[in-house]
């Protein structure tokens, strides 16, 4: 079985800051999808960022980037010049790479606080 | 256009009582998921449909829960009776079909947030 673990419940940095968050994942699979979402305090959650297992590069969108590190099954997100609009809550997120199997195995979550 | 929607945002039942969680899923999408997050949890799968067919309901908990979706447009949830540990908030998601490699993103609604009593 899949897991999806977020070691940090809590993080607050100041505006501008760079933040790291981590992920780590556990799956016998040798292709998958990785996922950042985020769902700030409206509720909505969006994706952030999408990893496919097969890429070596890592993914980029706009001041969001990930750290891909397959062998040690960690995908961790950054944050390069923080918004205040970054505060939201960010989950880690698999899904295998298979037909008829699209369940998504999320993380508990980190709450990121971006401070004025 | 409009994304996932969901109906109520918020319910607060007693324990015994009888909720019923809708989701409309964007316009077009076939494939349609429930995730329910407990407090201090994961969020979890719970079942899948394709149009109107379960795909997969391995993740719903027990009996209590029932899901529909006829005519392959919206799907309800429903908790009969709900208890106290089916608190929590239920996404709905939604996503076109299509061939795999292609990767076709969940769009998630809102969340309802179920309290029960």
């Known amino acids: 079985a899949q897991t999806v673990t977020q070691s940090q419940p809590e993080m607050s940095v100041q505006e501008a800051e760079t933040v790291t968050l981590s992920c780590t994942y556990d799956?016998?699979?040798?292709?998958?999808?990785l996922f950042w979402y985020k769902q700030p305090p409206s509720r909505q959650m969006i994706l952030v960022i999408r990893q496919e297992a097969y890429k070596q590069q890592n993914a980029t969108e706009n001041r969001f980037s990930v750290n891909f590190q397959k062998a040690a099954k960690s995908f961790s997100l950054k944050i390069s010049d923080s918004q205040l609009g970054d505060t939201a809550m960010y989950f880690c997120a698999f899904m295998k790479h298979k037909d008829r199997d699209d369940k998504i195995i999320f993380g508990k979550g980190t709450r990121l606080h971006i401070l004025p | 256009e409009a994304g996932v929607t969901q109906f109520p945002s918020h319910s607060v039942i007693e324990k015994g009582q009888t909720v019923t969680l809708r989701c409309d899923p964007i316009?077009?999408?076939?494939?349609l998921y429930w995730y329910r997050r407990v407090m201090g949890k994961e969020i979890k799968f719970l079942l899948h449909f394709v149009k109107e067919s379960k795909q997969d309901e391995s993740g719903m908990p027990n009996n209590r829960f029932l899901a529909e979706r006829t005519g392959g447009t919206y799907s309800t949830l429903k908790v009969q009776p709900a208890e106290l540990e089916d608190s929590g908030v239920y996404f709905c998601?939604?996503?076109?079909?299509?061939?795999?490699?292609?990767?076709?993103?969940?769009?998630f609604g809102p969340g309802t947030r179920l309290t029960v009593l």
């Open positions: 998601a939604s996503s076109q079909v299509g061939r795999r490699p292609s990767y076709n993103e969940q769009f």
């Open positions: 799956t016998s699979e040798s292709n998958y999808y």
């Open positions: 316009s077009g999408h076939d494939n």
